[in-house]
């Protein structure tokens, strides 16, 4: 996990309402999101959205115990926040039913809470009983708090083949200085299974590379904006930079 520490990409398991659960609801807090501009400058503040995490333990059987961070996302618009909230509780969902013979650790790391945006991390592991390692996991999930829409990689560029392209410049290179000669193999290749995993910050597009040997743990790539600028969709450049 150590190139993801700087996003705050770290890990731990699982959701409510599967196997037996002892929940904790947990600490910290972020915010953002100044208010939206009325044209009246004497229009109150909108209230910004904010994250809260809960911590959730349980058994699915026998061996499987979970363990998982789960941000929750508040603020003004109750149909956003549904939303989110929703596809937060799927990813999670997912990764659980992913997990039934193994111990599942997935935790949050600090969001991204921008002007528009909402940019989550997640790092962790799923340790089979007997296996000689774990498998790390490292996932990012992006969404627009003007809908509530989750962003994919195929939703950030105005041209995904050339987006890509263009990613791929980026992260392959910084692989080979960080491992020259290492066993990275295609995964710096221009497909989009090798950049799903993102998040996005005020600097730039951050890759997850997740792909990788054991040894080399997950790894995180910035792009940063002004290197991707010309391929962004119009329609998201501010609120992703936001």
Known sequence: MLGLLGLGLVATPLAAGCGSASAATATATATA???TSTGDTTAPAAAPYRVTTRTERGTLR????????????????????RRVNRA???????????????????????PHVGTTVLALSFGGDRYPPGAAHPTELATGL?????TGDRIRIEDVFTSTDAGLRRLAAIVRPELDRRFPGGP????????SANYEQFVVTPRGLVVIVSDLPYVLGPQSVLAPW???????????AAALRS
């Open 88 to 110: 937060v509780l799927a990813y999670v969902n997912e990764e659980r039913n992913q997990t039934a013979d193994a111990t599942l650790t997935l935790t949050a790391g600090s």
């Open 184 to 191: 990275t193999g295609g995964v710096a290749d221009p497909v």
């Open 33 to 35: 999101r100044p208010a």
């Open 62 to 81: 026998p061996g499987a115990d979970y363990t998982i961070t789960i941000p929750v996302l508040a603020g003004p618009d109750q149909n956003v926040v």
């Open 226 to 236: 002004e290197r991707l600028g010309d391929l962004v969709r119009p329609d998201l």
């Open 142 to 146: 992006v969404f627009d708090l003007r």
